[in-house]
């Protein structure tokens, strides 16, 4: 119980990676609303990364997620200019679509890498303070066709479905040191990843949509701020859906 004060609550720090546009971005700036301070990592978009900043005043440092070192490296660099790192919301992704018999080796390797590999990764760099200092909260961002799976998406789909797994086992590590571990299924929400999906095909998914439209991303930002917070302290090991009733389990 002790660990779960709410002293100082809203300074904690927290790492949005990929947090530069789409969903991590109104992450970003769904934490610093509530007064985190908030750092966003991105992977190579410097135009992307500067309009950011100097529309959200967010602190931006650059570095790929698939690469172990320099999630180390990145971390510690995070820590030595603004402090231990309390949140971690693994929410960078990348999509290589293809059915398999067209999808290449690096089609398969890339995804994992950046998307299931980057929550290694930023774990590895981050859970062992965070088990130290007996808080910490990562948030995982997984996605509906993790749980569904989806044509042409092999690789998206395993490594979204070992974002889930990942996020239980991560979860009963962390659990007696005040660390949770979860994870949200988004649907599809309007975001570049999805402005990439042929129209036509758009189409098809937002009638098989319950709610009867595309999702903001603001609305899996509303999922991830009680994940990080204080109060969420009893929720571990879990996924959160946020899909407008398109996968209900
Ligand atoms: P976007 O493509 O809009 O943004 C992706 C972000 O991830 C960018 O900031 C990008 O940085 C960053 N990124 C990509 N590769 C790396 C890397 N190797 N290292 C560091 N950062 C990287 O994606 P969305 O906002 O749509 O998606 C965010 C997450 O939500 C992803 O994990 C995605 O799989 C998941 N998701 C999205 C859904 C959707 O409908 N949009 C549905 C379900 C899940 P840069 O700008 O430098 O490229």
Not at 12 to 24: D, S
Not at 50 to 57: C, H, P, Q, S
Not at 195 to 200: D, L, R
């Amino acid at each position: 119980m002790a660990n779960e004060g709410k002293a100082n609550s809203t300074s904690r720090i927290a790492i949005v990676t990929g947090g530069t546009r789409g969903i991590g971005r109104a992450i970003c700036e769904m934490l610093a609303s509530e007064g985190r301070t908030v750092i966003a990592n991105y992977g190579g978009n410097d135009d992307a990364a500067r309009a950011f900043t100097d529309e959200t005043g967010i602190v931006t440092y650059k570095w790929d997620v698939g690469d172990h070192e320099a999630c180390i490296d990145g971390c510690a660099k995070v820590e030595a200019d603004v402090g231990p790192i309390d949140i971690v919301v693994n929410n960078a992704g990348i999509t290589r679509d293809g059915v398999l018999h067209r999808m290449t080796y690096d089609d398969w390797h890339d995804v994992m890498r950046v998307n299931l590999g980057g929550c290694f990764n930023m774990a590895k760099a981050c859970f062992p303070g965070m088990r130290t200092r007996k808080w910490g909260r990562i948030v995982n961002i997984g996605s509906i066709n993790g749980q569904a799976g989806q044509y042409g998406q092999v690789n998206y789909a395993a490594a979204k479905s070992g974002i889930h797994g990942f996020t239980k086992a991560l979860a009963q590590e962390g659990a007696r040191s005040g660390v949770t571990v979860n994870a949200i299924a988004p649907g599809y929400i309007d975001t570049d990843m999805v402005a990439a999906v042929p129209e036509a095909v758009l189409e098809k998914i937002v009638a098989q949509i319950p709610v009867g439209r595309l999702g903001h991303a603001e609305e899996i930002a509303r999922g991830v701020a009680f994940l990080a917070s204080e109060d969420g302290g009893f929720v571990t090991g879990s996924t959160m859906s946020i899909n407008g009733g398109q996968h209900m389990y």
